[in-house]
């Protein structure tokens, strides 16, 4: 795969005479629609594989054990390119980004649904996630195109695309796999990402860059952002613990249903994943609240209601099956629609603080969510071995207060 980097050092920046101030004003729906399309179709790529793991792993002819670096290796590769590729949208004009990473997505799709071997799988994998971080481009440049007084409802409706992106990837690739084949599914992402691409192409407005640092420079300049904001290293820190408990639940929830006493499939799992519908759909409104009540009263809602959402499910424990199950239910949808909530509310924090780092602002929060991420998935599966499914939602009911507790300190701090 090409350099990104070298290939846009090479790239010519027309001047366009605006900065990120001056191209700070309500974009069009359409546009807003393009945006949240682009970042919905990037992010699904991650996740296409998921339901259709065993069919690659017999029709290659690898173990189960081996096929599972397959997603391992996508997120990794999410995870390297937000901390390492999405701080060049400062750099660079985070149009040329899109459109090559996107360029460069659609070769690894179809390197993906041609491979015949383990070892390419692998590779492209890695390069679906690096080339996937589009969506972490596309994110910041609608915040740097809407006004601050409408930015938390653009960002939030962007935000439902990369949602909805998520929550449907895996729907559709099990429905075509399981009648078209696995190879369809990616041939057919790469041609929707093609789609999404000449779309952009032509309506997407030229972003003037905001810094003209080097590129080890500018990865030095994370920390010294972290450094220099508290509100930074409050949002990072606070949606890194609320995400610890929301990675154990989501990592441990198909086991748990597996064994006693629900005995159900990985199906019924899956379809909890409809409660995430709630939180990507909720996230315009979460913007609306960010715009209007503040971004630090959306945080101590969000939180809140997670708290409470992880203490029910703590508290079915001790109930029926049925009644756990209502339980967990309702618990699914009112912790995913808070943390949605939060992270929308903390993107509006974090894109105010300057305009001319908003790339490298957002590399260092989901950078913060993903470390909170991959330690809940860790506590989470060790939990639930050793102490069952309460100690799951009993951990993820705390990570939730604490996480409510910082916001809480948070506000104090800024009212004195």
């Known amino acids: 795969m090409p350099s990104i980097q070298s290939t846009l050092a090479k790239t010519h920046l027309p001047k366009t005479g605006m900065n990120a101030d001056s191209q700070s004003q309500q974009p069009s729906s359409s ?70 990473k996107l360029s460069l997505l659609v070769l690894a799709l179809l390197a993906t649904a041609f491979s015949h071997s383990l070892d390419v799988l692998l590779v492209a994998s890695l390069a679906i996630g690096l080339t996937a971080t589009m969506a972490q481009d596309i994110v910041p440049a609608a915040a740097t195109l809407a006004h601050e007084s409408r930015r938390g409802k653009v960002v939030g409706t962007v935000m439902t695309g990369l949602l909805l992106g998520i929550l449907l990837s895996r729907v559709v690739s099990g429905f075509v796999a399981e009648r078209f084949g696995w190879r369809v599914m990616f041939v ?80 019924v799992a899956g379809a909890f994943g409809l409660a995430g519908a709630v939180g990507a759909l909720a996230a315009p409104v979460a913007g609306h609240l960010a715009d209007k009540r503040g971004p630090e009263m959306v945080t101590r809602l969000g939180t809140g209601l997670a708290v409470l959402s ?45 305009p001319g780092a908003r790339s490298r602002l957002n590399a260092v929060l989901f950078v913060g969510m993903f470390i909170g991420m991959a330690i809940g998935a860790s506590a989470g599966s060790i939990l639930l071995a050793q102490w069952g499914w309460i100690a799951v939602t009993g951990m993820a009911t705390l990570t939730s207060l604490a996480a409510f507790a910082l916001r809480l300190k948070t506000t104090h701090v800024n009212k004195s």
């Open 31 to 100: 546009l807003v629609l393009l945006l949240a399309s682009g970042a919905g179709l990037s992010v699904a790529s991650l996740y296409y594989s998921q339901p259709m793991l065993g069919t690659l792993a017999k029709d290659i002819g690898v173990s189960d054990v081996n096929i599972g670096f397959v997603p391992t290796l996508t997120q990794l590769g999410y995870a390297l390119g937000i901390l390492l590729l999405a701080p060049l949208g400062d750099r660079h004009d985070r149009r040329q980004i899109i459109l090559i």
């Open 310 to 354: 992880f203490a029910l499910m703590c508290i079915g424990s001790w109930c029926s099956p049925v009644t756990q199950l209502w339980l967990l239910i309702i618990g699914t949808i009112g912790f995913d629609l808070g943390v949605q909530m939060t992270l929308v509310a903390h993107q509006t924090i974090v894109y105010g603080i300057d």
């Open 188 to 267: 057919i992402a790469a041609v929707s990402v093609i789609g999404i691409g000449i779309a952009m192409w032509r309506g997407l407005p030229r972003f003037t860059p905001t810094t003209n640092l080097s590129y080890r420079a500018l990865l030095a300049s994370l920390l010294d952002l972290l450094r220099r904001h508290a509100r930074l290293r409050q949002a990072a820190l606070a949606q890194g613990v609320l995400s610890m408990g929301f990675s154990a639940f989501w990592s441990t929830l198909a086991v748990m249903l597996h064994g006693e006493p629900f005995h159900m499939g990985s199906a």
